[in-house]
């Protein structure tokens, strides 16, 4: 994925204003079944509500992270990995492990995206056992472009060939808050990092 992947991205999503003067028009780009895997993702994860963020290093996790913090006014934030700690740090937001401290956000990995509806699968290896019930109503996700599959069923085989014997003890899926046909409990306002892995 790179940035002409993610100038196409927005020509989906930013609306064309035709009657502008002066300004440069661009035609809509409108993607079929044949659509990138990456695409299909993103496509369907902002129609489910979901907000994204492409990084291309992590300096443009940092913009983005503290853009976030600072639209939704966060001052902690419930994270369990030493990774997205340190990061957290970097922008002076404190963190908790305990849900009960921090009802607002959490800052999490995941295990893979699913592009066919644009959902992101979780487990209990990010969410210290959590279920999805006790996280809070607003996550924050942090994620590779190499963790885009096709769909659930693709994710979960994945897992099953990664963890082996040590399949995580519960599995679910983040839904955003715009999705339809879903219970309103599990729809959750997602602020998605996909982020390129250091060359």
């Known amino acids: 994925m790179h940035v002409n992947f993610w100038k196409k991205i927005k020509k989906i999503f930013v609306p064309e204003t035709p009657d502008s003067e002066g300004e440069e ?72 492990e305990n849900h009960k401290d921090c009802q607002e956000f959490a800052f999490l990995k995941c295990e893979y995206l699913a592009a066919f509806n644009g959902v992101i699968m979780l ?42 014997n040590e399949l995580p003890s519960n599995i679910t899926s983040l839904k955003g808050n715009g999705s339809h046909g879903i219970d309103s409990a599990n729809a959750k306002a997602i602020y998605l990092l996909l982020v390129e892995k250091n060359k």
């Open 25 to 96: 028009k661009e035609e809509l780009v409108i993607f079929g079944k044949e659509d990138p895997i990456d695409v299909q993702f993103t496509k369907n994860f902002i129609a489910g509500g979901g907000n994204f963020f492409y990084c291309e290093n992590e300096q443009e996790v940092l913009v983005h992270l503290k853009e976030v913090i600072d639209y939704e006014h966060i001052d902690e934030i419930i994270c369990f990995d030493k990774e997205l700690k340190s990061l957290l740090n970097r922008v002076s937001i404190k963190t908790t």
């Open 123 to 164: 487990s209990s290896d990010q969410t210290r056992g959590n279920k999805q019930d006790d996280l809070p109503q607003n996550i924050i996700v942090y994620a590779h472009p190499e963790q885009i599959v096709p769909n659930l069923s693709d994710a979960l085989q994945k897992l099953r060939r990664a963890k082996k």
